[in-house]
């Protein structure tokens, strides 16, 4: 990682953090009631105070590289990062992967209770729609309206939450995901909004179609990288790394890219993903305003939490 | 409830009721990866076969009384009731009011698991925003991201959520609410949803800015009528009529429209809202056209169920 690249990542991670803490105070907006100092507290102890802020900054960076808006940029980023904060306060409550531990704080359902845990996990993926339908985000409601959309696909029913469901399933089952099957999983459960977070960089930019669709794929390559990469991980890492609890994925005999092709099958994957990602922003045509970017998809392959 | 009321009423029910069989169909939309089976099989559990779609039907008739477009608030109003169904499959859950039973059948979590009920709700609730936010509901932009708005604000931490945390947290309170906390409890738990049913129908329908304030009236007012019939309603009646466990309340020891006023002045209450309701009604400008909603008011009040 190189400093310019660390250093954006950080200033990037900071803003969301500001922006998140903003839109999460204590005041009611126009047709809010009140806001319940529980539920709120519960929202913003899942959703500030930790985290790469990967999502927002691939949004935030993809705008800047087409020359979108920023403001526009980092509400829709912190939108997303609404979702994926939903996501691990749900993911981590008793009926689900039952972790007491994340980013190594007590998970939300541990800090509050399971009730006020589902709560707001709730209001964050309601608040994420929020944020983009408000004219605060965007003055083009075409693009607000699209930024719902997008959203709504990546992360529902065909998206992060069937992900989800095909990940309980698969671990209750006594026969290990083929290749196939583990493909489809990662990319609805993290590749579907790592995707989306290239997406809205370029929607909210403005890009053609030309440009979206290459875009599309870089993010899709991308979060591939991710997906081998959190395997590669989970084997090789510590919990004190990870901020969480490792060695997971043996321990529940799941097939992960890793048990199929093995850890250096599994790095030569991952490489070839960064690889695909790399040339799909020169088909986008993004010389050095992709820099971030290039960096980003071998950052995501290389990290190490 | 005249025939032509209850015609109405099941008629539109049954619009609703194939809407949403439609939209919770096999076949992944463009942006969907793939829509796994159990869980869909659990949305749809969670969102068909029942209820009165007393929201849809607000949407749908506020919209028919203004001119609006049919098949446009058919949508809204599914959309609507995707977030009503989630709430009742996340609020059964053991970790919140830890119900068996929903109209007459087991609730989610019992007929599939908690993971996958927890899930559902998820996937419903975005569900909705995609329902909204697709060009497929309405043709301008402003009136799609209008709705994805409302309807965030009506669910979210000021709404609907902090009202269910405000519920949780009143029945482990020592001292049960004063009417003050009653209200705002009951506006954020059901009637922000049922207020925003009624002005959806007036952003489907293009109403002007006084039609629709009034219209935001007659929807709060509504709700409000809604509450106190639904505490005497848990006071008065068996759960074979229910479909539910009845005199909740009273076995909670939590605040209630019938604990601070007594039965008859909860009754006074709730009709005084009727004729609030009505009133409103009458500012809207709506005089014959209005007659369906006019009853719908009655109708919430003197349900039995």
């Not at 808006?69 to 904060?85: K, N, P, T, W």
């Not at 083929?178 to 493909?183: V, Y």
Request: net charge negative.
């Amino acid at each position: 990682m190189s400093p310019d690249f660390a250093q954006r990542l950080n200033a990037v991670a900071e803003t969301v953090e500001a922006a998140l803490d903003a839109i999460l105070g204590p005041a009611p907006l126009a047709g809010e009631i009140a806001r319940p100092q529980r539920v709120l507290d519960a929202m913003r102890y899942g959703a500030l105070g930790g985290g790469k802020r990967l999502r927002p900054f691939l949004t935030v960076e993809t705008a800047r590289a087409l020359g979108g808006d920023a403001a526009a940029a980092l509400r829709a980023g912190a939108a997303i990062e609404c979702v994926h904060c939903y996501s691990l306060v749900h993911d981590d409550l008793p009926a689900m992967d039952d972790d007491d531990l994340r980013r190594g704080r007590p998970t939300a359902h541990k800090a509050f209770d399971e009730a006020t845990a589902i709560l707001a996990g709730d209001g964050l993926l309601t608040l994420a729609f929020d944020i983009l339908a408000d004219p605060a985000t965007h003055g083009d409601a075409e693009v607000r309206v699209a930024l719902c959309l997008g959203l709504a696909r990546a992360s529902g029913l065909g998206g992060m939450v069937g992900g989800q469901m095909l990940d309980i399933e698969a671990e209750s089952s006594a026969t290990p995901l083929d290749d196939n099957a583990i493909r489809r999983l990662q990319a609805m459960k993290t590749g579907a909004i790592l995707r989306f977070a290239v997406e809205a960089g370029a929607i909210v930019a403005g890009a053609d179609a030309r440009k979206r669709q290459a875009l599309l794929r870089y993010g899709e390559a991308l979060g591939s990288a991710f997906q081998v990469a959190d395997d590669i991980l989970d084997a090789e890492a510590t919990s004190e790394q990870l901020g969480k609890r490792a060695g997971k994925d043996a321990e529940r005999n799941k097939g992960t890219f890793v048990s199929i092709h093995g850890l250096d099958g599994a790095k030569r994957l991952r490489d070839r993903f960064v690889d695909e990602a790399i040339a799909a922003l020169g088909e986008a045509g993004l010389a050095g305003e992709g820099d971030i970017l290039r960096e980003a998809a071998r950052f995501v392959a290389a990290r190490a939490n």
